[in-house]
């Protein structure tokens, strides 16, 4: 029987790559974001792998959205909680409500959506998840205090649910991306311009796929994709 995987964030860039990846590895898929009109987008072009996809629009900041988005999704085996944004500013500059605003999407999206595929998974016997968090949830870069913090947080629930899960086979996992060439990289680092060198959303997307691969016995909590030209060790 396939796989049925819900993916936050489906609507572009990177989490609109995991769907692809995962349709054409024959995944079912429950596609949620708030832009209707794009997750269609996404879907059809899904649906040419033979699979079937479902559009299921949540808003993260909303609990309401999310939990009738679960309601809807029913049982699933994979959670990517993908969605996320941020506002770049320096500390100084930083306005309490965009902070407010990034966190509520960023980490309490995240781990609300977190929460309810554990509760399922729990039941029907196991699953995963994997938290796309970010290079900027282990390092500091200028401008990115909000945005990093969040990043820094959804990686703290990440350890946290690998512990809570791995005793009811739910195997949880990270992955935090440098520079992807998506629209948001455009805002977080507009002194990068040369979107070949950078982290391409197939590349995030190929990290889904080998930790869907991982044998249950075995996990890996982090994966770090690094830009080959900024690339340090921790
Ligand atoms: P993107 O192209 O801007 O896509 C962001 C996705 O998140 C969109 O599908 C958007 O859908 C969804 N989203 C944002 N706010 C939402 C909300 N309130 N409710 C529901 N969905 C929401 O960004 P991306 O680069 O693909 O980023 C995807 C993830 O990777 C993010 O968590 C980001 O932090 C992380 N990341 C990105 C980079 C990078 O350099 N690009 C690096 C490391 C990590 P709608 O607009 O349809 O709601």
Redesign the pocket.
Known sequence: MSMKALI????????QAIAYKLAESGYHLVL????AA??EKTKTACEQYGIKAEIIP????SEADIRALFEQAGEIDLLVN?????IFDPIVDIKLEDWQAIHK??VE?AFLCLREAMRSMKKSGGGRIIN?????GVKGYPNQAAYGAS?HALLGLTKTAIEEGKDDNIRVHAIC????A????KQ?RPDLTDFSAMIQ?EDVADAVLYLCSLPTQITVDCIHLRRAASAQTW
Do not use: H, Q, W, Y
């Open positions: 936050t964030g489906a609507s572009r860039g990177i989490g949620t974001g708030r832009d794009e997750l949540a808003d993260l900041s993908n969605a996320g944004f941020g999407v960023n999206g796309i968090s970010s290079v900027v990043k991306p440098g520079g992807v998506t629209d948001m990289v977080s959303p």
